[in-house]
Nanobody, 115 residues
Framework: QVQLAESGGGFVQPGGSLRLSCTVP????????MDWYRQAAGGQREWVSR???????AYAASVRGRFAISRDRVTDTVYLQMNSLKPEDTATYLC?????????WGRGTPVTVSS
């Protein structure tokens, strides 16, 4: 079983920034991609962003222009840089590997945006 290690969540004031990371053993060698999701308390899971195995990136309309996804092939890590955070971004953020048989979920890292 592949263990995904998420980190970077926390508490931030509106307008602030956080960078989430998700490290996946074998991410590069298996040519995986990754999706980030988020789930607010009592809400449905919402897709946030994607970086495909080929490097294609995509964003939900609600975060486009504020969030940026990237990957480090050396450390098998995907980053989600979150800027201009809003209270409505408050949620648990989860990473999920995709493409080429990679199908694993992380446990999530909480993000709270509040004044």
């Amino acid at each position: 079983q592949v263990q995904l290690a998420e980190s970077g969540g926390g508490f931030v004031q509106p307008g602030g920034s956080l960078r989430l990371s998700c490290t996946v053993p074998g991410f590069t060698s298996r040519n995986c991609g990754m999706d980030w999701y988020r789930q607010a308390a009592g809400g449905q899971r919402e897709w946030v962003s994607r970086i495909s195995s080929g490097g294609y990136t995509a964003y939900a309309a609600s975060v486009r222009g504020r969030f940026a996804i990237s990957r480090d092939r050396v450390t098998d890590t995907v980053y989600l840089q979150m800027n201009s955070l809003k209270p409505e971004d408050t949620a648990t953020y989860l990473c999920k590997t995709i493409d080429n048989g990679c199908d694993y979920w992380g446990r999530g890292t909480p993000v709270t945006v509040s004044s």
